[in-house]
């Protein structure tokens, strides 16, 4: 089992940056596919990033071009670097890891929760 911390968040401006990082305990990330999600109040839970393999990453529409996500298995840690941060951002983000399955492409089944961390972009 693996146990999930995230870190790095905080307050920013419109159009200002941050990194989350996500430190991963009890366990190796190189066994898990790895995402990001995020919730804001009165909203739904969205996916945000995900690594399902290293050559299937995924990214909502709303971030792409604007968030990175990556994982250096050295450190067991997973990275969203969000750029061009906008009001509507302003979300707690949580990591989570999870196992491949298939049903038709290759999907995540997350298990495993980070306790998040909270992003607010001021305008």
């Known amino acids: 089992q693996v146990q999930l911390v995230e870190s790095g968040g905080g307050s920013v401006q419109s159009g200002g940056s941050l990194r989350l990082s996500c430190v991963a305990s009890g366990d190796t990330y190189s066994r898990y596919c790895v995402g990001w999600f995020r919730q804001a109040p009165g909203k739904e839970r969205e996916g945000v990033a995900h690594i399902v393999s290293d050559s299937n990453i995924r990214y909502a529409d709303s971030v792409k071009g604007r968030f990175t996500i990556s994982q250096d298995n050295a450190k067991n840690t997973l990275y969203l670097q969000m750029n061009s941060l906008k009001p509507d951002d302003t979300a707690m983000y949580y990591c989570?890891?999870?196992?491949?399955?298939?049903?038709?492409?290759?999907?995540?089944?997350?298990?495993?929760w980070g306790q998040g961390t909270q992003v607010t972009v001021s305008s």
């Open positions: 989570a890891a999870g196992t491949r399955f298939r049903s038709g492409d290759v999907y995540c089944a997350y298990a495993y």
